[in-house]
């Protein structure tokens, strides 16, 4: 074991990885020398230190490796502490970046409100009328209602259509009104 029970969480440190491949013995030190540091970085990061033993368990077999496919032989211990460290912190901010995709939204209750949006409601309700009443506005009003959808004002739309911006407007909402008319007669009709 790598830590004192009253002192945080324990992981196995062991000889060898799982297919049996020795683990150099100055990672496994090193690994002992930055415990302490990994979990308070594990705590800071995803608020509690539980993933920490898996972390660096997954950093030794893998700088420890790394070294062998080296062939460092000699140990340099400040460079294999920096080195486990580094590694360490790699998968933390992987793992960190993967439970940051995962987010907890609340209860069933909560769910459903954000899923019944009056504001979504509305929107989706006034683009069906706008589609039902397109179809009876002048051609004129039509070219007007899709400029207006490009946010340009009544002066650039008088001139565009080379009228003034006042009869352009006042032609559009009568149009529009002429138009709303007609739709609420056919509906009553049925």
């Known amino acids: 074991m790598a830590t ?3 002192k945080g969480p324990l992981w ?15 990672v496994r030190e090193a690994a002992h020398a930055i415990w302490r540091d990994a979990c308070h970085r594990t705590r800071v990061i995803l608020g509690d230190e539980s993933a920490a033993p898996e972390l660096i368990e997954a950093a030794v077999h893998h700088i420890s490796g790394h070294l062998n496919r080296r062939g460092e032989a000699v140990p340099a211990s400040a460079n294999v502490a920096s080195l486990l460290m580094l590694h360490f912190c790699q998968e ?4 960190a970046g993967r439970l940051a995709r995962i987010r907890s939204v609340g209860t069933t209750a909560d769910i459903e409100e954000r899923a019944v949006s009056p504001i979504w409601i509305e929107e989706v309700e006034r683009w069906i009328d706008i589609e039902r009443l397109l179809p ?3 051609e004129r009003s039509c070219r007007i209602f899709r400029l207006r959808l490009l946010d340009h004002n009544w002066k650039q739309i ?9 009869t352009a407007r006042n032609a559009f909402w ?11 007669r056919k509906n009553h009709s049925r």
């Open 4 to 6: 004192d029970p009253g």
């Open 12 to 26: 196995w440190d062991r000889d060898a990885d799982d297919s049996g491949v020795p683990i150099r013995t100055d």
């Open 92 to 95: 933390l901010r992987r793992l």
């Open 136 to 138: 009876h506005l002048s």
């Open 158 to 166: 008088g001139k565009l259509l080379g009228i003034a911006p006042s």
């Open 174 to 184: 009568e149009d529009l009104r002429q138009a709303q008319a007609k739709l609420e």
